[in-house]
Structures are given as structure tokens and as C-alpha cells.
């Protein structure tokens, strides 16, 4: 059973900084895209940033110049550092993977529960 798991939210202060991680455990045979999503209060969820097998990342309008998505393949880990955080950047935040599991011919998508970030002062 593959599991992804968030970590890394709590109460930030607006001008702040924050780093999340996703851990994706479980028998797979590898992890192709990677990414962050996240919903704010009452809105749709929408793509924070992702970085795909071939190492292309991709992040949203709202988010360039103060984000930073990195990978490790060997530790099955994704990382989101976020900078400059706005009230705006409240939301709960999770993490996909697209992973062949062990014994399965094609993807699948896996999620987290979420972490929730707040930015308040």
C-alpha cells in the first residue's frame, strides 16, 4: 500500500518562510510526477508547484519567484520551500504522487490528508 504524507504547516507570519515535505512510503515501483497542491478557505484546490520524472517543475503564477520545489528520489521525498508567504498563501496543502506500485502496469494517484498553513500575524 503506498501512503503520502505531509508535514511541515502551522501558523506563519505574514513576510515569513516555510518549508513542507512529502514522504510517500509502500512498495512502488517509482514515483513519476510529484507536486503540491492546495485549497484555500471556501475556493477550489488548485496546483502550487510540481516537478515531473524528467525534472521539469512547474509552479503557479501566484507562487514564481517565491517558491522552490526539490525532490529526492532515493528518499521518496518532495520538498516545498515557500518565501514572502501572504495571508493569500492560507491553505491546506497536499501532496500528489504518481506512482507505478509494485506489481501494477500503469499509474496511479496517491494523495496526502493535507497540512494546514496558516499566515497571520
Known amino acids: 500500500q503506498v501512503q503520502v504524507v505531509e508535514s511541515g504547516g502551522g501558523l506563519v507570519q505574514p513576510g515569513g518562510s516555510l518549508t513542507l515535505t512529502c514522504l510517500v512510503s509502500?512498495?512502488?515501483?517509482?514515483?513519476?510526477?510529484f507536486g503540491w497542491y492546495r485549497q484555500p478557505p471556501g475556493k477550489q484546490r488548485e496546483l502550487v508547484a510540481s516537478?515531473?520524472?524528467?525534472?521539469?517543475?512547474n509552479y503557479a503564477d501566484s507562487v514564481k519567484g517565491r517558491a522552490t520545489i526539490s525532490r529526492d528520489n532515493i528518499k521518496r521525498t518532495l520538498t516545498l520551500q515557500m518565501n514572502a508567504l501572504t495571508p493569500e498563501d492560507t491553505a491546506m496543502y497536499y501532496c500528489?504522487?504518481?506512482?507505478?506500485?509494485?506489481?501494477?502496469?500503469?499509474?496511479?494517484?496517491?494523495w496526502g490528508r493535507g497540512t494546514q498553513v496558516t499566515v497571520s500575524s
Open positions: 516537478f515531473n520524472l524528467v525534472g521539469i517543475r
Open positions: 500528489y504522487a504518481k506512482v507505478v506500485p509494485s506489481g501494477a502496469v500503469s499509474l496511479r494517484d496517491f
Open positions: 509502500g512498495r512502488l515501483v517509482n514515483i513519476n510526477d
